[in-house]
């Protein structure tokens, strides 16, 4: 599929159409059965030629074929506009079908023009790797719903290596994903994420465990840039695809193997990571002697979303899976690193100056002393009482955050903790008594107290985290482009929620971008590929 880019810009002319056989492409094939990429020309009085493409299931022993998609008709006279028109149905097939859209998003348009700008502004090895990415999603989606069963094991027995190849293309995405705007993006990402965790689970089926799975990093998509006053990072992580960590050698006896019930092991494996960072930073000019670059956090959104679809076909699919509910059953944030900065080695900036201290915990005492006294007649002396009352009120917070630096860079630090035990949940091991977390955990996405939103996810803004970070630079970089790091490492844990299980585990993983910072009075970026 690497060529198919390629093999539609050097299709025939009309008058050079082939009459005999349509043009076409080999995607896969199996000892019996193959897949192919089409094209057919037609031809009218009152228009130009137009071209339609369409993907079949053919059997090498049989004429017989089944058409499995057909693309809209195209002019064949544009090279620009055929790829565009078909890039945009394919993108536009993909949203659709996105699982786990709320009734907010359920109708979304995008214009063709974002498409047609975008192909024309890539190179050709760019534009390649991603319309193979895209039409390889577009195909999977076939073999999911549409196709019969043995296209789709044809699929990922043919067309998985190809998977690899093709999320090479992380340059485009970003540029991608801007030009069609928050929304499609969303969509785009959970359905891209719900073929790699099915990829994901399919690999770690085939090795015999989950246990030991190595993490896909090529599969944790992500893209920084500054647009508008704001440092903003994305990311996207099928949680099968993140690093797992285990528990020490020493303690060998209590790792944790593989969940037993199929249902809870189908909803942690269908399950995404998707991250924004937003850093609202100034360029102040105000002092003569140097620039002064702030930077605030705006504002944080950690979620990890189950890629299912509505509850109708969940309770389909829990009733095939022993009808056990796990619904509520998904990983939570536990612990966030991230950083921003002048890249390693620049010498033009004096910081970070930080604006929050370590951790000091409030400690608040409160003392009453009461004095009694009195008289009676009769007694031989007087009675005077005294008592000492006397009571500490601690503010304790499930989050903990700190801000720390490294080298240049300033790092913003959150660790999520057991309100009842005090144990930071993303560096728990079992074995240590009264430490567990596990029951401060249990329900939590219920109660007044809970730690995160109502969806699972964490969200953290300039109220949570109002202290900021400044960098001082000389003012002989006035008006020059330079550039900053922007990435972070993030974690995420399970413990169970509502069913009876001991099943736990910590993922993580890590991003590292860099974006360019123009110093002058009110900015200005672009993207540079991390």
């Known amino acids: 599929m690497d060529n198919i880019w390629s093999w539609i810009m050097s299709l025939p002319s009309l008058a050079d159409w082939p009459s005999a056989a349509a043009p076409s492409l080999l995607l896969a094939s199996s000892p019996d059965k193959f897949i192919l990429f089409e094209a057919e020309c037609t031809t009218s009085l009152s228009s130009d030629a137009t071209v339609a493409f369409s993907i079949s299931l053919h059997e090498y022993n049989s004429s017989a074929s089944r058409t499995l998609w057909l693309s809209n008709p195209s002019p064949l006279s544009s090279s620009l506009v055929l790829h565009s028109l078909l890039l945009h149905q ?33 190179e050709e090895n760019e534009a390649s790797s991603f319309f193979s990415l895209t039409l390889l ?61 099915k990829w994901c689970l399919l690999r770690d089926i085939q090795a015999g465990s989950m246990l030991n799975a190595e993490p896909v990093p090529a599969a944790c998509l992500s893209y920084a840039t500054t647009v ?65 670059v702030d930077i605030h956090v705006d504002s944080l959104r950690f979620h990890v979303v189950r890629l299912g679809y509505n509850r109708q076909d969940d309770e389909t699919e829990l009733e095939e899976q022993d009808e056990i509910e796990i619904e509520s059953e998904r990983h939570f944030p536990s612990r966030m690193r991230f950083w921003v900065g002048p890249v390693p080695g620049s010498t033009y900036a004096t910081g970070p100056s930080l604006g929050r201290s370590s951790g000091n915990p409030e400690r608040e005492v409160e003392t009453t002393q009461t004095v009694k006294g009195g008289f009676m007649a009769g007694m031989k002396s007087k009675g005077i009482r005294a008592k000492v009352r006397s009571s500490t009120r601690t503010r304790n917070r499930s989050w903990r955050w700190e801000q720390e630096a490294d080298g240049s860079a300033a790092v913003f630090e959150g660790v999520l903790c057991d309100t009842a035990t005090w144990t930071e949940v993303a560096t728990w091991r079992p074995g240590v008594a009264h430490t567990d977390p596990r029951t401060g955990l249990r329900r939590r996405w219920r109660g007044p107290g809970r730690a995160f939103s109502k969806k699972g996810g964490l969200v953290v803004a300039g109220d949570e985290l109002p202290e900021g970070v400044t960098w001082r630079v000389g003012r002989e970089m006035e008006g020059k482009k330079v550039r900053w790091r922007v990435g972070g490492r993030f974690w995420v844990s399970y413990f169970a929620n509502e069913v009876r299980s001991g099943y736990w585990e910590t993922r993580c993983v890590e991003w590292n971008h860099e974006v360019e910072l123009a110093l002058v009075a009110g900015g200005g970026s672009q993207i540079v590929n991390g």
């Open 90 to 122: 394919i993108i536009h097939e993909i949203t659709s079908l996105s699982p786990s859209i709320s009734s907010l998003n359920s109708n979304i348009y995008f214009e063709q023009e974002s498409i047609s700008r975008l192909v024309e502004n890539l």
């Open 137 to 197: 999603l577009r195909l999977f989606w076939l073999c999911t719903i549409d196709a019969p069963a043995e296209a789709g094991y044809l699929f990922f027995s043919a067309l998985a290596e190809n998977v690899y190849r093709a999320l090479s293309c992380t340059g485009v995405f970003s540029n991608f994903l801007l030009a069609v705007g928050p929304d499609v993006e969303q969509r785009y990402m959970r359905s891209l994420g719900y073929m790699l965790s």
């Open 228 to 292: 508008h006053g704001l440092f903003v990072h994305k990311a996207y992580a099928p949680v099968l695809a993140m690093a797992r960590l285990r528990a020490s050698e020493t303690n060998m006896d209590e790792l944790v193997g593989e969940p037993k019930e199929s249902a809870l092991r189908y909803a942690l494996a269908h399950q995404q990571l998707e991250l924004v960072v937003q850093l609202d930073y100034n360029i102040c000019m105000q002092d003569p002697r140097f620039i002064r």
